[in-house]
């Protein structure tokens, strides 16, 4: 997709992978409409220029409200980047199951609920592109965040086959499955992680290249190893 001259909708860009996302967007030319929870961080991205929703997409309201803000509006590309997921470890005690509700509904459910929100907009834009940000753990979980792997690799599988059901249509559906990127959700934990503009520079350029998926750093070596082996994979992946 030609990014120059399109409108596109962001979630979760107010920080981490898509507060560089909506800038290197914005830099290409695209309008963007950007959305996020908190509010200084929402306060910080209008002060940028960003026009900007905020919404908690792990309840309903805040998916209408996000459908809302962009009703009526031209929407060429919808990115489902807004993404979160606490561990969910028996081996720690009892794990939180409203926490666990909100990340499946966060993770899956919104994503779901916008696309189908936007779906008469972008099929009548004739060309527009659907980017649904999953993960590495999509394909082989890890061990301590059963959860958050369990919703990417839903969000994976819905991508696939709304990819399939929507060929011809004009909307293009790519998968983003990043590796371990320095932001927030990752504090504490992993090494050696990608800079979140590094992995924002390269879905951007699977947007540009029309990809179906963009396998990013090592997640690269990831689906080889798993395309040889599922079962390593998982052994290698269920120790993170
Ligand atoms: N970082 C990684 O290593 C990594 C790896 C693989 C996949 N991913 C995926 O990449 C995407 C971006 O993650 P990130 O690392 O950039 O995380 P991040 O820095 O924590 O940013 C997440 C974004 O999502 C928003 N968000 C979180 N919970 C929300 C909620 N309940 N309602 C609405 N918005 C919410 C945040 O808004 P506020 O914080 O402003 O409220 C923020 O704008 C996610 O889908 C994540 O699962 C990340």
Redesign the pocket.
Known sequence: MQLSGKTILV?????????QLIRQLRSKGATVIA????AD??AAVRDDGFEVIQ????TQA?IDAVLAGVMGRRIDALIN?????ADHDFREGAPDLAAAD?TIF??LNAPIHLIAGLMPELKSRGEAMIVN?????AIAPRAGGPVYCAT?AALRSYSQALRYQLQGSGIHVLEVL????E????AGRGSR?MA?DECARQIVSAMERDADEANIGIVKVLQLVNSISPALARKIMIRF
């Open positions: 979630t979760g860009g107010t920080d981490g992978i898509g507060a959305h996020g929870r908190n961080r929402v919404a908690d997409l792990s805040g980047n807004a993404g979160a997921g909100a966060l993770n940000v999953t993960s590495g753990l990417k990043p590796p371990v990127v932001t927030k959700l990752t992680k979140p």
